[in-house]
């Protein structure tokens, strides 16, 4: 089983590229798993044509959507009460007992922001995951959050197997600077993995609760996704990741920029 | 580094918990429900008022809020409180629910109060200052001029708290209203006589400040009253606050107190120049310790005091060298007691594993005989004798 958790900064369109992403891999043939790690609970909106029940709130939390993609969400509290991270935790541990992603072939788990405390970094722990993906724009504030998760995952790396895998580049930003997220990437350690252009495409489908892959299988943005979802699977690089200091990452982007 | 000092959750539960009419919520985890209630074991069994939440994952996850809100609603229907203490532990503080918001909701029904007593943020000592003073700052209003005595540093489950304000009471008797801040109720509060002197056993500074500053109500600071002198320097304070004379009740305290200890003046000879240690709060140490020095004559070799000193392994391990053959202090010293093999004097908090239901006051007309008598009979019932002073043939205990 293929076990990859995608971080990034909050708004950064984590959920868009995992839900393609995933039905990306079950059009490829794999059985697929996603797991929202957010009180949201909308990782998998698109996924399943609806918001779900959660792994807090229900018994029966795992649901079937797109080509048979399992689809769960860990689920939390309203905005401003009790404690999303902990939430995170008894979800993984639930997810775990019950064994229900037995016979999966990729799961995919969708992150909530930046690693803000324990809770959201649960699934670089105890083996939940072993591949990291940061999802970034070009932006600055972006590459800032992204660096900061590259420190929570280097911390990991000492106890677990869990290695970051590259960075996604998302184009959906005012302005596009791929040369500087790849020589960021490559100060971290890392690599660009592949790169989501920004696509009006995205938007319909979300807007009717679809994936693109799903909605618009034909065209260049889809293709894109598959694209991105076959580099990920031969991905071979794992590395403990370098974090720059914030004098370094600020430097780069003005420099770069 | 062992501490033994209490966490800030018992601080504030003591200022609170003796409260009369009032029920104390904890919104805390079990443990901190089971540990307080366990305060109470040695006393009225039957007098608990206190409920919890009883936090579990899903109150974490998803906000307390909930639990509160039905907890409250259930003491309100089932236990009928004249008022309420809400008191938070850690975990309702570090996933910070809105308890204020809560309570909010219920104050036009009933007086209620929100308590923070997350263990994590400070000790004891200031979670019953912070506690005393929040209850003043809501409730505290001047009422009447009845001459009052208003005690602070008496703890809700001291050992003989309640066998020590019936003394107190019973000394003062017609003359004086006293008034023990931390078991009166919330109608007492908002009726606190003008004519009041607030007198502070080395706890309640906070409090007592604030009330000479919003009340105009004075205070005196002392330890606690242990022995004749302990008494004589209350019985100054109060004569000179309200100029009246109590030189015949403390007359009367001195017979009483020279009749009692004549019956057992050879056991009292041998506790001249006895080495002891003795482990108390600053509002008893202080008191306990010029009782047994001055009164009795003994010999305080060490001495732990639980508000200032923090290593108590290093206390254990200086008394393991030392010749004390005496230790006087709470259920937590049975460990150096055990150890040396030397008896264990209670008088301070917490006592919980001792009852006491008899009228045996450490204060008042008869505290100097009912103490010397806990204290002889604490040294018969010694497993061993220890100490220079023992082995010498003319001991009283062989």
């Known amino acids: 089983m293929k076990k990859i958790c995608f971080y990034g900064k909050g708004g950064i369109g984590k959920s868009t590229i995992v839900s393609n992403l995933a039905c990306a891999f079950a059009d490829m043939g794999n059985k697929v798993a996603v797991v929202g790690c957010d009180p949201k609970a909308d990782s998998t909106r ?17 649901h079937n959507g797109y080509k048979d993609i399992l689809c769960i969400e860990s689920g939390g509290p309203s905005p401003g009460t009790g404690c999303a991270g902990r939430g995170i935790v008894a979800a993984l541990d639930r997810i775990k007992e019950d064994d229900v992603l037995k016979g999966v072939d990729v799961v995919i788990y969708d992150v909530l922001g930046d690693v803000v405390c324990g809770g959201f970094s649960a699934p670089l722990r105890n083996n939940v995951c072993e591949d990291v993906y940061v999802i970034s724009t070009s932006d600055y504030m972006a590459l800032y959050a992204a660096n900061n998760i590259c420190k929570g995952i280097e911390k990991y790396t000492k106890s677990t197997d869990i290695r970051l895998c590259g960075i996604v580049l998302n184009e959906r930003s005012s302005t596009v600077n791929s040369a500087m997220v790849e020589a960021i990437s490559n100060m971290i350690g890392t690599q660009v993995v592949g790169n989501i252009p920004m696509s009006k495409e995205i938007s319909k489908a979300e807007i009717n609760r679809k994936t693109v892959v799903e909605m618009f299988p034909d065209t260049e943005i889809s293709s894109r996704f598959r694209t991105l979802a076959q580099s990920i699977l031969e991905n071979t690089h794992r590395c403990v990741p370098a974090p720059i200091t914030d004098e370094e990452l600020e430097e780069i982007c003005l420099k770069m920029s | 580094m062992k501490s033994i000092r209490p966490c800030r959750i018992f601080g504030v539960y003591e200022a609170v918990s003796g409260m009369k009419d009032n029920v104390t919520i904890l919104h805390t985890v079990t443990g901190c429900h089971f540990a307080t209630l366990s305060m109470k074991l040695g006393r009225s069994m039957a007098d608990v008022n206190q409920t919890s939440t009883i936090i579990n994952d899903k109150d974490i996850i998803v906000s307390g809020e909930g639990s509160l809100k039905k907890a409250i609603e259930n003491t309100i229907d089932l236990y009928k409180p004249k008022s309420i203490t809400v008191i938070t532990g850690c975990v309702a503080e570090i996933v910070k629910d809105d308890i204020g918001a809560v309570v909010k909701e219920f104050e036009n029904q009933i007086d209620i109060i929100y308590l923070d007593g997350a263990g994590f943020k400070t000790d004891f000592l200031e979670g019953y200052e912070y506690a005393q003073l929040e209850i003043m700052r809501k409730y505290g209003s001047v009422k009447g001029s009845s001459r009052t005595l208003n005690i602070f540093g008496i703890l809700a489950n001291d050992y003989k708290a309640e066998e020590d304000i019936e003394a107190f009471k019973t000394f003062f008797g017609d003359e004086i209203c006293v008034n023990v801040m931390s078991v009166t109720g919330v109608e007492s509060k908002k009726m606190i ?20 500053k919003e009340l105009n109500i004075p205070y005196e600071i002392m330890s606690y009253p242990y022995g004749l002198l302990g008494l004589k320097e209350l019985c100054d304070k109060v004569n000179s606050h309200f100029d009246i004379n109590l030189e015949e009740k403390y007359t009367i305290a001195e017979e009483v107190t020279m009749g009692g200890l004549k019956k057992v003046y050879s056991y009292l000879d041998s506790f001249y120049g006895l080495p002891i240690g003795l482990v108390g709060s600053t509002g008893k140490i202080k008191g306990m310790e010029s009782f047994l020095q001055n009164e009795l004559g003994m010999d305080i070799e060490l001495i732990f005091n639980t508000d200032i000193d923090q290593d108590y392994e290093d206390f254990i391990k200086k008394s393991e060298v030392s010749n004390i053959a005496l230790v006087f202090g709470s259920s937590f010293d049975h460990d150096i007691s055990n150890r040396l093999r030397i008896p264990l004097i209670p008088y301070e908090y917490p006592v919980f594993d001792r009852v006491s ?27 061993r004798n220890r100490g220079s002073l023992y082995n010498e043939k003319d001991m009283f205990l062989w």
């Not at chain 1, 698109?46 to 795992?62: F, H, P, Q, S, W």
């Not at chain 2, 003008?194 to 502070?200: D, T």
């Open chain 2, 193 to 212: 006589s003008e004519n009041s002197l607030n007198i502070c056993f080395g706890r309640g500074i906070e409090v007592c400040e604030f009330m000479k």
């Open chain 2, 357 to 383: 239901i008899s009228p045996i006051s450490f204060v008042g007309t008869y505290g100097v005989v009912n103490f010397v008598e806990a204290l002889i009979n604490g040294v018969m019932d010694g497993v």
């Open chain 1, 46 to 62: 698109n996924i399943m044509g609806r918001k779900i029940d959660t792994v807090l709130n229900t018994e029966a939390y795992v």
